[in-house]
């Protein structure tokens, strides 16, 4: 029960919590170029997932026998490898997809939210928990690139997936195709989810205080009583 809990936990971290996009404010470069269409968005956030996952996994299994003074260079050269690896599978079986993401695919080498994960986590923990986090975080990046994707194709391209949602007489939005309308349709998303997490923060702290406050005056309550009696 408590490894389930542990799972879930890492998982809404990744994708809510700590979204490595849209609180942490990492990985900007590919998720403002990929993000003309949901396809590419949904292949790009996969491709990197599957980068974090296997990179996680490597560097937890050699955490103990990388010399801490070299580990950068370590963990590049590691995840090098498998973005090698992952470009040469979308090279051979999602041909049209490698082709329209292009230079993000190698770029994801020095994709930030990777490293990151790479030093702040994979090398201080074990296997599994290191998996996960790749996992979590990979459907955080996701995420976070099919909601701007979907955004940015629905309304400037009047499609979804490539097909067409309100037919011939729809105005598209072009500006929101374009690179000026990736940095105000990512904006605007990065607003929305800040006032929705101030909002949870500012009722959990509301509740707490109401419950300090009820124990407080309980707490007087009970006193006053004894004081009578």
Do not use: W
Not at 52 to 71: A, G
Not at 178 to 195: M, N, R, Y
């Amino acid at each position: 029960m408590r490894k389930n809990s542990g799972f879930i936990k890492q998982l809404k971290e990744g994708i809510l919590d700590n979204n490595p996009v849209l609180v942490q404010l990492l990985g900007m470069c590919p998720t403002l170029a990929t993000t003309t269409s949901v396809e590419n968005a949904i292949g790009m956030g996969v491709a990197a997932m599957a980068v974090l996952i296997c990179s996680n996994i490597f560097i937890s299994l050699l955490r103990k026998f990388i010399p801490s003074q070299v580990r950068i260079a370590a963990f590049i050269v590691i995840i090098s490898g498998f973005v090698t690896a992952v470009e040469l599978i979308m090279r051979a079986y999602f041909y049209s997809l490698y082709q329209a993401l292009g230079l993000f695919i190698p770029l994801i080498v020095v994709n930030c939210i990777i490293l990151a994960r790479a030093e702040a986590f994979a090398s201080r923990n074990k296997v599994l928990p290191s998996a996960i986090d790749g996992l979590a975080m990979g459907l955080g990046f996701t995420f976070a690139l099919v909601i701007v994707a979907t955004l940015r194709e629905v309304l400037g391209a009047g499609t979804f997936m490539g097909m067409d949602l309100f037919g011939e007489y729809y105005s598209p939005i072009m500006i929101l195709v374009s690179p000026p309308g990736a940095f105000l349709t990512l904006g605007l998303v990065i607003a929305i989810v800040q006032k929705i997490r101030n909002n949870i923060e500012d009722k959990k702290r509301l509740e707490k205080l109401m419950k300090v406050e009820f124990v407080d005056h309980s707490a007087k309550l009970a006193k006053k009583e004894d004081e009578t009696v």
